[in-house]
């Protein structure tokens, strides 16, 4: 360039992995956190072993899976307050259709729902990008659509599934807790193949900053319906998440996912306002945030507070992160 | 100019709601040659522009290229058609690589590299876009579009932001790219940069295309003639004493200079300096004072105005308000004192959603201390002068946003008016406005001085200076390295002094 160099930009040329590494510094962080209580944890209980694994991430998995339907949508700049009450659904219908099936039956019916639940995550795309209607209020209506139906459709918990569809989701598979398969899975098949394509990259762009994606000729609508078909079928798994590790349907059970996904995206290094950020730190996130809770337990404290706890340490890793990130700009 | 013509447009008109953005426009670009797009601001250039690039869709009208008739759903589909555009506000992406952001265009790495090339620069392919320059954005946006190898490239305000060199460097290119036999539709407000590089220029004027001119020798009367239409057809001269309409009378100036010295210093700077931008900046203002400041892009006088406007602590040094030390922590410190910005963004300054009158009325309501409703008799008043006075068009004024740019600046200096100062800081004021308001904002300037303000004006537009400066403080590398009364500061001595080239020569 003309003039004096910018500021810092001069003989600070990373090279490719130490840039990674700075680029996703938050992930790395927030990993190296969850390791750091796992290694509190066996501290605290030496006895800690593969089956406390194994109930962590039970517990954990339908917060992973809704945290990555949220990251999703936020990614390419919306945000989705119908995660929890599409959980609540997904758990009652599949809850109700699985009652008699046997295990082949059930994986089917759940491969059926997940197409139905994407789709109607496209259809809310679809209505904001139509009716230019803020993310945050259509989502908010459609939310109260999905809990409506989930309450009219079983309005005490009821329902079954087989325990073989229950193992796949909450059980282990050889010595690896079953839960991490599915989240693995999830980022490999649904996931990574549209975030390495074109339309992936739309997504981000589109997140990032909506006019010049629009100026560049990305397809805007398209990027942001596809966002919410992928929060829909992550939003799905996390429903079947439910149904296994609970093996009914209850309307009321997916409720509080819809906030607690937004925290674990945010704690997982996701911006707010789009564009940035992954998948891997938010599902670390929701596991720390589940971790957090079960240490919190484990020490007697009234689960009441714990959600206390939770709150603030939300508060307090943003708060800290944005200094951080202020002062690397500053300097 | 050979007989095909690339690009026809007629008749082509858009309107919002009651607001008729384009009444009628027509235009005719030939292949191989590059073409000037002029109007006032308001005229529908930008209305134009986004129908041509598929951004908004006409109304009514036809567009054809090479005779065949085209139309545009989204900017997406304006390539296929042979067109490419670099817009005002650069379309790369800021959380992707500089990589990511071609790929995400379908653009040709190879071309880019080349292009860019072709202007002497190379950029890091890995780097965040949003970590780059702004300048630099530009040109890379001007090399993807060139890579897509369009028919008609379409530059909007390209050069706004870059500095000189590198408009050069663009010149350059946009010549090879004629010689190709390709076309250019160039839009800028500066007419110097369409005489220099355009074959000819259509003007439009209130949403209708008012002459096209070969652009030869004495254009530029012609083509201000054509902008500002039959009522200002002789320009108007900024003082009524001045002879001409480009220069002051220099006794006027030695008047203004003799006085001045006796006048009360408003605003001392003693040091100032932020690392990596100011080393050591020292200043003064008198009351009834204007004083320029003249820079490339970059070198310091973003955070020297930042500094006095309170948005940015300074590492070292004092700055005086009327004798009393101010260290600004915020603007609302340094607003407290009388010193005010005029920022070069308007969108940073107004309430893009709010009327005229209560962008105006903002900043009296700082105080925390006045409590209770708000004095509905004296807002309106004041605001009501401070309209007046700056002769605001106030027909979109129930969203600023709706109003041109040269408009919404009037607002940001009349909200000022309207609150009181003692001095005001002008960054870039007139950047993006068109000829007559700029007049207007002249004018505006030398009154608020003569009414004893003291006013401290960064411009792009080094010819800006001599019309109403008294003073100029050149910049380079965080330094003033020279000072200079205006009368002598034509456009040929502060462009070497600007580059940091005239030191050792003496003033004058």
Same mark, same amino acid.
């Given at each position: ?34 390791? /750091?209580?796992? *290694? %509190? ?6 006895? =800690?072993? $593969?089956?406390? +694994?194994? @109930? !962590? #991430? ?10 990555? /339907?949220?990251? *999703? %949508? ?6 989705? =307050?119908? $995660?929890?009450? +599409?959980? @609540? !659904? #997904? ?24 197409? $139905? ?215 | ?508």
């Amino acid at each position: 360039m003309t003039g004096p160099p910018a500021p810092g930009a001069a003989g600070r040329r990373p090279i490719a992995a130490l840039r990674a590494v700075r680029r996703s510094a938050w992930t790395v962080a927030i990993v190296g956190l969850l390791g /750091a209580l796992l *290694a %509190v944890e066996k501290l605290v209980h030496p006895t =800690l072993n $593969v089956f406390d +694994m194994q @109930s !962590l #991430v039970d517990g954990a998995l339908p917060l992973c899976l809704a945290a990555m /339907a949220q990251t *999703a %949508v936020v990614l390419s700049g919306g945000i989705d =307050l119908s $995660v929890g009450p +599409m959980m @609540s !659904l #997904v758990n009652v219908v599949s809850a109700l259709l699985m009652t008699h099936a046997t295990n082949g039956q059930a994986v089917l019916i759940a491969l059926g729902l997940m197409a $139905v639940a994407a789709a109607a995550g496209a259809l809310t795309g679809a209505v904001i990008v139509a009716t230019g209607v803020p993310d945050i209020i259509v989502t908010l209506a459609t939310g109260f659509v999905w809990g409506g139906l989930a309450l009219h459709i079983m309005p005490i918990p009821g329902g079954a599934a087989p325990a073989g569809f229950a193992a796949l989701m909450t059980g282990e598979l050889g010595s690896v807790p079953s839960g991490l398969v599915v989240i693995l899975a999830a980022l490999a098949i649904l996931w990574e193949p549209v975030h390495r394509s074109p339309a992936g990259l739309a997504l981000y762009a589109v997140g990032s900053n909506r006019a010049a994606a629009y100026l560049s000729g990305v397809a805007v609508g398209r990027a942001r319906v596809t966002a919410y078909a992928m929060g829909g079928a992550f939003a799905a798994l996390g429903g079947f998440a439910l149904t296994a590790s609970t093996t009914n349907g209850n309307a009321a059970a997916g409720t509080s996912y819809t906030l607690t996904s937004v925290a674990a995206t945010v704690l997982g290094g996701v911006s707010l306002a789009g564009g940035r950020g992954g998948m891997i730190g938010p599902v670390a996130a929701a596991l720390l945030l589940t971790l957090i809770n079960t240490l919190l337990t484990f020490e007697g404290v009234d689960p009441n507070f714990s959600l206390v706890v939770q709150g603030a340490i939300v508060v307090l890793v943003v708060m800290v992160a944005g200094l951080v990130l202020v002062r690397r700009r500053g300097a | 100019m050979p007989a095909v013509n690339l690009l026809e447009v007629r008749g082509v008109s858009k309107r919002y709601g009651a607001v008729v953005a384009l009444r009628s426009a027509s235009l005719t670009v030939a292949a191989g040659e590059v073409h000037a797009l002029l109007g006032a601001n308001g005229a529908g250039k930008s209305t134009l522009v986004k129908i041509l690039t598929g951004v908004i869709r006409p109304d009514a009208g036809t567009i054809e290229m090479s005779g065949r008739p085209v139309r545009f759903a989204s900017p997406a589909s304006a390539p296929r058609a042979g067109l490419a555009a670099v817009f005002q506000d650069p379309s790369l992406v800021p959380d992707l690589t500089v990589r990511q952001n071609l790929r995400l265009t379908g653009a040709d790495p190879a071309g880019v590299r080349r292009w860019l090339a072709a202007m002497d620069l190379g950029v890091d392919e890995d780097d965040l876009a949003g970590d780059l320059p702004l300048p630099l954005l530009r040109i890379l946006d001007l090399a993807r579009a060139l890579a897509r190898e369009p028919r008609l490239l379409i530059l909007d305000e390209i050069t706004a932001a870059l500095p000189a060199d590198l408009v050069e460097r663009v010149f350059h290119v946009i010549r090879r790219w004629r010689a190709q036999g390709r076309s250019v539709l160039f839009i800028s407000h500066r007419l110097v940069e369409v005489r220099t590089i355009c074959d000819r220029a259509t003007v439009l004027r209130d949403g209708a295309d008012v002459g096209t001119l070969v652009l030869a020798e004495r254009a530029e009367q012609q083509i201000v003639a054509l902008m500002l239409g039959p009522m200002a057809a002789s320009p108007e001269a900024l003082r009524p004493a001045g002879p001409g309409a480009g220069t002051r009378p220099d006794a006027a100036v030695r008047d203004r200079a003799g006085g001045a010295s006796a006048a009360p210093l408003l605003l001392e700077a003693r040091g100032l300096a932020v690392s990596g931008a100011l080393r050591g900046v020292s200043l003064s203002l008198r009351a009834g004072e204007i004083v320029g400041v003249a820079a490339l892009e970059g070198q310091g006088q973003d955070a020297l105005f930042d500094c006095l406007a309170g948005n940015r602590r300074a590492d070292a040094g004092e700055i005086r308000v009327a004798g009393r030390t101010l260290a600004p922590r915020t603007p609302y410190d340094a607003i407290r004192a009388g010193v005010v910005l005029v920022p070069a963004d308007r969108v940073h300054a107004l309430l893009p959603q709010r009327s005229v009158r209560e962008n105006i009325a903002l900043p009296l309501y700082n105080r925390a201390a006045r409590w209770g409703p708000i004095d509905l008799r004296d807002e309106g008043a004041r605001a009501g002068a401070a309209i007046a006075r700056l002769a605001i068009d106030t027909r979109a004024q129930r969203q600023v946003r709706r109003m041109s740019g040269g408009n919404q600046q009037k607002v940001v200096v009349a909200r000022w008016l309207a609150a009181g100062f003692r001095v005001m800081l002008c960054f870039d004021p007139t950047r993006g406005i068109d000829v007559g308001t700029k007049r207007q904002i002249h004018r505006l300037l030398r009154d608020l001085a003569a009414a004893g303000a003291a006013v401290l004006l960064f411009t792009s537009e080094l010819p800006e200076i001599p019309l109403v400066c008294d003073r100029v403080l050149a910049l380079y590398e965080g330094r003033v390295v020279r000072e200079l009364p205006a009368r002598a500061a034509d456009e040929a001595t502060l462009l070497r002094v600007v580059h940091g080239l005239a030191r050792e020569e003496p003033p004058g």
